[in-house]
């Protein structure tokens, strides 16, 4: 039983910055990969990046250079920084986990998403 808990969303003016959360809680023993994705309006979710013990990477070609992924591993928390927002950048943002427990596995967490508007 694992929870995501999303946070820092809004409504922004194009060439803002945001800042989002994702803690993660519950049952897992450690943690593969933190990821975030975005899903526009009628279109599909897109794999904005991801993080592991190897490093992080942005893969929207348009968000690289101003986006970049971050964790505090002492609170299970992974972080979107987004710089120099574009309205192309709307869209509900979803942290999604891959972790183990304690008896090994693979697991999948989703959290509930947060909402980014950037107006022009």
């Known amino acids: 039983q694992v929870y995501l808990e999303e946070s820092g969303g809004g409504l922004v003016q194009a060439g803002a910055s945001l800042m989002l959360s994702c803690g993660a809680s519950?049952?897992?023993?450690?943690?593969?990969?933190m990821s975030w994705y975005r899903q526009a309006p009628g279109n599909e979710r897109l794999l904005v990046g991801d993080i592991t013990q190897y490093g992080s990477r942005i893969h929207i070609n348009s968000a690289k250079g101003r986006f970049t992924i971050s964790t505090d591993n002492a609170k299970n928390t992974v972080y979107l920084r987004m710089n120099s927002l574009k309205p192309e950048d709307t869209a509900v943002y979803y942290c999604?986990?891959?972790?183990?427990?304690?008896?090994?596995?693979?697991?999948?967490?989703w959290g509930q998403g947060t909402r980014v508007t950037v107006s022009p």
């Open positions: 519950g049952n897992f023993a450690g943690i593969d990969v």
């Open positions: 999604h986990m891959n972790y183990r427990r304690s008896t090994g596995g693979n697991f999948v967490a």
